[in-house]
């Protein structure tokens, strides 16, 4: 169940008729951005996760966690 040459002209005919002409480029480009964003973030999560953060000793830990609730309460 494949799409066809015939069902891809529809659907072409649809969104030109939706979007109109002269909005087609800015929603193509709108499109485009978010994909590009998508993909960045996909590479950006992947990096993330193959570096594991280790935290240099306890001391800094705490601190770290303490700004954390001042923030959360403040």
């Known amino acids: ?7 891809i ?3 072409l ?7 109109g002409a002269g909005k087609l480029p800015r929603v193509a480009g709108d499109l485009a951005k978010g994909i590009k964003n998508f993909k960045k973030g996909m590479n ?3 990096n ?7 935290i240099k000793d306890a001391a ?3 601190q770290s966690a303490d700004e ?5 309460q403040g």
């Open 13 to 19: 005919v649809i969104v030109l008729i939706i979007f």
């Open 68 to 72: 954390k609730d001042k923030a959360a």
């Open 60 to 62: 800094s830990a705490n």
């Open 9 to 11: 002209i529809l659907i």
């Open 48 to 54: 993330a996760s193959s570096e594991p953060k280790e």
């Open 1 to 7: 169940m494949s799409i066809g040459p015939w069902q």
């Open 44 to 46: 950006d999560e992947d």
